[in-house]
Nanobody, 120 residues
Framework: QVQVVESGGGLVQAGASKKLSCTVS????????MAWFRQAPGKEREGVSC????????RYADSVKGRFTISRDNAKNTLYLQMSSLKPEDTAMYYC?????????????WGQGTQVTVSS
């Protein structure tokens, strides 16, 4: 059974940093590209960042470019999202996803999400 579990969310002040983690089990982690998505209240889910199976390739949404860094540790079956200079508009539920294809629109497995709230 595949499990995708995010952690690290919480309440932070604007300008602060926060690191999200996503631990995956039940599949061969380095067979999959990984991604972070987010969904703010009343808005559609959007892609935040994605990373290739090896970690060699990454991509970011324009809204987070230069502030967020995606990374992965294949030995630990874990995906990370380092977020800095957080803004109130970054407030959302953040979801980890496993994908067959790097930065594709389709997702094979979703996590349950972790809430990030940025206060002004």
């Amino acid at each position: 059974q595949v499990q995708v579990v995010e952690s690290g969310g919480g309440l932070v002040q604007a300008g602060a940093s926060k690191k999200l983690s996503c631990t995956v089990s039940g599949l061969t982690f380095d067979d999959y590209a990984m991604a972070w998505f987010r969904q703010a209240p009343g808005k559609e889910r959007e892609g935040v960042s994605c990373i290739s199976w090896s970690g060699s390739y990454t991509r970011y949404a324009d809204s987070v470019k230069g502030r967020f860094t995606i990374s992965r540790d294949n030995a630990k079956n874990t995906l990370y999202l380092q977020m800095s200079s957080l803004k109130p508009e970054d407030t959302a539920m953040y979801y980890c996803a496993a994908q067959n294809d790097y930065c594709s629109g389709s997702v094979n497995y979703w996590g349950q999400g972790t809430q990030v709230t940025v206060s002004s």
